[in-house]
């Protein structure tokens, strides 16, 4: 399914081009395009509240990548993503309030890019560390070790003990101006974008990269079968948890960037409802392909957002309905998930390939 | 020694309920090899209507019995529109929906009966203790125990020595083989699916009259499943052993642990007891090995 078809007409004659990112030169324009309207158009249409959903699309993102790679690429099911981004998340907080940081670094703001690079290192190896019984299990028992790094970390480590960390009760809040990038204090939802979308194009290209390599073909080979692969000469329990590892970081990057956006964090903002979100949002987006990420991110967060809109204006009406809104935004998410599973099982990655190569291919539709 | 026989006790009365689901749980997942994720949310539905029921002025047993036969109702209408269609999909897909059942049910249940705390008023069960011995135990505790030992040997002469559960059994063993005698796949799903969701109403009614009902008792749902991953995923004595160890790891780490691990220690042992567990017997204790080839 990754591979694209090339327009009519179109044949390689190098391997160099074989390989390329952007194969066509229309290809090429329409990445340039993409930029465009990521870099120029958007920030400035957008205003305070659009900004704020796409800070939300880029986060959902950011989490979604790392449970791509592990369940779209390597096959390893996990329920508990919510627990790295919350490592990230944490170990970020806690070197940006209690680091003694050089003051030549806090002048240059290198604190916090620091903090993002050692939260991304963290969280790896604590992905890792419950990556481990995936060297003896897979399918749903490692469904049940993935849930409890979730509750381990989240619902005890974290809520009981880390969040007490210098006495300031559940919540940690950042003061303005500690979240800084090099001259830049990073203070509305413009900066954050910009940060955002940078990370994003970061570790899209990162995964992308990756899945390119050794790694991601060894990893395509887990997934598909890992007895197989064991016989090929992978190192499956290696590479297994290489994926652990590379998703936990991105994961840590995901919850280090979402400090910046809150300016403050709290256990609740890493419930379990949220891994399963980001494995509705792979779902959704199609699995085993970036583009379903990020498809399924956009869908999820712009269709929530969507609801909630179409909730106010009613409220006025049936006040009952706004209280009752969160219930139903949980049962609408089920139900979508289940009409997805069963309706449109390849997701809208598919969709979006299918649609592709209809252009491509025309008019000669083989 | 009075403490930890407490515990222990206290633990295997809980553990029986929470054998209960557990025995619904592997039902589902023998007959169908379906990993159903949704169990917690079917006891909430279970206890809420049987509250309900209760709360309308209906004796006890026959709101239980309205409980059970909407929970019926409820499991084959699931299976028949959400499950029936999903018949060889891969295993992520099924548990997803199931996932997404499981906020689907949630949402609904908290829609209609909201987040508060609700209890069976008037209780159900005498407040008056029962004194054995040295042992001290709450009556909610023993009728709880006791109805889910009797639902269990009721569970299982019935896969023993009726048609219905011979059938079931069958499909478990090996689906082809038990179409191929003449035994409907399709009957026998939505039949598990029926049952499971009225194992799981009267172990969410048990509970609820524990200690009330909200909507934190649908987090019993994922404490049955280090249950069932201790006994072994396709076991019926397993489900029922591993609830029963998982009832008293929890009340003994809750008395023991709690001093020098303060929160929610009570919550988390049963998961990383298992996470551990897993490391050095893959299958759970009576769990079939598979043996894979290429």
């Known amino acids: 399914m990754s591979t694209t078809w090339l327009p009519c007409g179109v044949y390689h004659e190098t391997y160099a081009q074989d390989h390329a990112w952007w194969q066509t030169r229309f290809i090429r324009g329409k990445m340039v395009l993409l930029a465009f309207i990521l870099f120029a158009v958007i920030p400035f249409l957008a205003d305070s509240y659009g900004l704020s959903v796409c800070n939300q699309i880029g986060y959902t993102i950011l989490g979604a990548l790392g449970v791509q790679l592990l369940i779209g690429f390597c096959g390893q099911i996990t329920l508990g993503h919510a627990a790295f981004l919350a490592v990230g998340a944490y170990t970020s907080t806690l070197l940006i309030l209690e680091f003694p940081w050089p003051q030549w670094m806090m002048q240059w703001g290198l604190a916090y890019p620091v903090s993002i690079f050692i939260a991304a290192l963290v969280a790896g190896i604590w992905s890792v560390l419950f990556g481990l019984p995936s060297a003896r299990v897979k399918g749903f028992y490692l469904i049940l070790t993935t849930m409890a790094a979730q509750f381990i970390t989240v619902d005890f480590i974290i809520t009981q003990y880390v969040s007490q960390i210098g006495g300031r009760g559940q919540a940690f809040s950042l003061p303005p101006g500690t979240i800084k990038v090099g001259p830049w204090v990073i203070d509305s939802d413009l900066k954050v974008y910009f940060m955002m979308l940078a990370l994003v194009i970061v570790c899209v290209i990162a995964v992308v990269n990756l899945l390119r390599s050794k790694a991601g073909r060894a990893w395509v080979a887990i997934r598909d079968n890992d007895i197989s692969a064991a016989v090929m000469g992978i190192n499956v329990v290696k590479y297994k948890l290489l994926a652990f590892f590379v998703a936990g970081a991105i994961g840590g990057i995901a919850g280090a960037f979402w400090i910046s956006n809150l300016a403050a964090v709290s256990p609740e903002h890493f419930p379990w409802f949220w891994s399963l979100w980001l494995v509705g949002v792979i779902l959704i987006g199609g699995v085993g392909s970036v583009h379903g990420a990020i498809f399924g991110s956009i869908f999820m967060v712009v269709i929530m957002e969507g609801l909630q809109l179409a909730v106010m204006p009613l409220a006025d009406t049936f006040p009952k309905l706004l209280m009752d809104f969160l219930f139903i935004k949980e049962a609408a998410f089920g139900l979508s998930i289940c009409v997805f599973m069963i309706f449109e099982p390849n997701g809208l990655a598919y969709r979006w390939w299918q649609g592709k190569n209809y252009f491509n291919l025309w008019p000669f539709s083989y | ?294």
């Open chain 2, 1 to 294: 020694m009075e403490l930890f026989l407490m515990t222990i006790t206290t633990g295997v009365m809980v553990g029986g309920i929470y054998a209960l689901v557990a025995l619904g749980w592997v039902l589902i997942y023998k007959c169908s090899g379906v990993l159903n994720l949704a169990m917690g949310e079917m006891t909430l539905i279970g206890a809420y209507v049987s509250l309900s029921f209760y709360s309308m002025g209906v004796p006890f047993l026959l709101a239980l019995a309205f409980s059970l036969v909407i929970g019926f109702v409820l499991g084959i209408l699931t299976e028949r529109i959400f499950l029936d269609k999903l018949i060889g999909e891969p295993v992520l897909t099924v548990i997803m929906v199931t996932v997404g059942l499981s906020f689907f049910f949630k949402g609904t249940v908290e829609f209609i009966w909201g987040t508060d705390t609700r209890v069976f008023s008037p209780p159900v069960f005498s407040i008056e203790p029962i004194h054995i011995g040295p042992l001290i135990i709450g009556q909610v505790y023993l009728w709880s125990f006791i109805a889910a030992i009797i639902l269990l040997i009721v569970f299982v002469c019935f896969f023993k020595y009726t048609r219905w559960g011979l059938a079931m059994q069958a499909t478990a063993d090996d689906e082809m083989a038990a179409l191929s005698v003449g035994v409907s796949a399709r009957f026998v799903y939505a039949a598990a699916w029926a049952i499971a969701f009225m194992a799981a109403g009267v172990g969410g009614t048990l509970l609820g009259n524990i200690n009330g009902l909200n909507i934190s008792v649908g987090y019993l749902g994922l404490l049955v499943l280090p249950a069932v991953v201790l006994g072994g995923l396709n076991s019926v004595p397993g489900a029922i052993v591993g609830g029963i160890i998982i009832g008293i790891l929890q009340n003994l780490c809750g008395a023991y642990l709690d001093r020098y691990f303060p929160g929610a220690v009570k919550e988390i042992a049963p998961f990383a007891f298992m996470a551990i567990f897993l490391l050095f017997k893959p299958y759970g204790l009576w769990g079939w090995e598979r043996i894979e080839r290429v």
